[in-house]
T-cell receptor, first 112, second 113 residues
Framework: DVKVTQSSRYLVKRTGEKVFLECVQD?????MFWYRQDPGLGLRLIYF???????EKGDIPEGYSVSREKKERFSLILESASTNQTSMYLC???????????FGPGTRLTVL | GENVEQHPSTLSVQEGDSAVIKCTYS??????FPWYKQELGKGPQLIID?????GEKKDQRIAVTLNKTAKHFSLHITETQPEDSAVYFC????????????FGGGTRLMVKP
């Protein structure tokens, strides 16, 4: 079974803090994605990566950056957390055909 | 870019009834339409998908239909069971850079026993 794990299920941070969300997949997938999930807005793509050290902006990259130093790991970074970044963050990965995406359980981030 | 609208946002049905969730998309070049189910405390999981060269696909109690002319597709769940209660997302694979998925806003389905 494909497994995508995320470093934390729940996280509480203060405004202005630097926040790291980690994601690891064990299926040797080339593609990895970070989404945020908000009620009524569905899943919105923040960044994705199709190879080590490669990254592409999604629909809402502002305020975020990413890092992919190893194929299995994709990190989302909030340089200076703000209250409007309070959300559920989902990581996903997919194989070469880029169709089915496998999701992690999500990290619920609260920024106070 | 692609835009996907999903309706309704919430749906409540009695156990055994059918449930239908509808989505529309904007990019006529989109060619892949998956449906994901998200149970409480879990990430979304693919339950069925359809490609643009097919009008309908069925897998046991779930089916998806696609109308490319009208640019809409629907998820049908028959004989609903309490374990069908979840949030469902439709998505479309558009013709944008990298062919990424664009998701609808989600439908919370509640099946009452």
């Amino acid at each position: 079974d494909v497994k995508v794990t995320q470093s934390s299920r729940y996280l509480v941070k203060r405004t202005g803090e630097k926040v790291f969300l980690e994601c690891v997949q064990d299926m040797d997938h080339e593609n990895m994605f970070w989404y945020r999930q908000d009620p009524g807005l569905g899943l919105r793509l923040i960044y994705f990566s199709y190879d080590v050290k490669m990254k592409e902006k999604g629909d809402i990259p502002e305020g975020y950056s990413v890092s992919r130093e190893k194929k299995e790991r994709f990190s989302l970074i909030l340089e200076s957390a703000s209250t409007n970044q309070t959300s559920m963050y989902l990581c996903a990965s997919s194989g070469p055909n880029r169709n089915e995406q496998f999701f992690g359980p999500g990290t619920r981030l609260t920024v106070l | 870019g692609e835009n996907v609208e999903q309706h309704p946002s919430t749906l409540s049905v009695q156990e055994g009834d059918s449930a239908v969730i509808k989505c529309t998309y904007s990019d006529s070049a989109s060619n892949y339409f998956p449906w994901y189910k998200q149970e409480l405390g879990k990430g979304p999981q693919l339950i069925i998908d359809i490609r643009s060269n097919v009008g309908e696909k069925k897998d046991q109690r779930i089916a998806v239909t696609l109308n490319k002319t009208a640019k809409h597709f629907s998820l049908h769940i028959t004989e609903t069971q309490p374990e069908d209660s979840a949030v469902y997302f439709c998505a479309a694979k558009g013709n944008n850079a990298g062919n990424m998925l664009t998701f609808g806003g989600g439908t919370r389905l509640m099946v009452k026993p």
